[in-house]
């Protein structure tokens, strides 16, 4: 789920996951808002490395999803 913000910010309607991931991306699906999403884009665009990118997406989803996501499903976000 951690790209999940930044795809629905860049417009994506139709995502494609295993299905052992559809539980934890709905989650993060429901529990992003258009205007954050769009706020996140508006931000990695002005990012200059692709570690600042992962560490904004991670900031971002902890931030608006971490009272919703289990421990178990935080541990494995780095597996997604």
């Known amino acids: 789920p951690l790209f ?7 417009g994506v309607q139709n995502l494609s996951v ?3 991931h559809i539980p934890i991306v709905k989650k993060a699906i429901r ?3 258009i205007v954050g999403a769009c706020e996140l884009v508006e931000h990695v ?5 692709a570690k600042e ?4 997406l991670e900031d971002f989803l902890y931030k608006n999803l ?3 996501l ?6 494995t ?3 997604i």
């Open 4 to 10: 999940v913000p930044l795809f629905l910010g860049l």
């Open 45 to 49: 665009l002005s990012l200059s490395s």
């Open 70 to 75: 289990l421990e178990k499903e935080r541990e």
């Open 66 to 68: 971490s009272g919703t």
């Open 53 to 56: 990118i992962k560490e904004a």
């Open 77 to 79: 976000l780095s597996l």
């Open 18 to 20: 295993a299905i052992r």
């Open 31 to 33: 529990r992003t808002t």
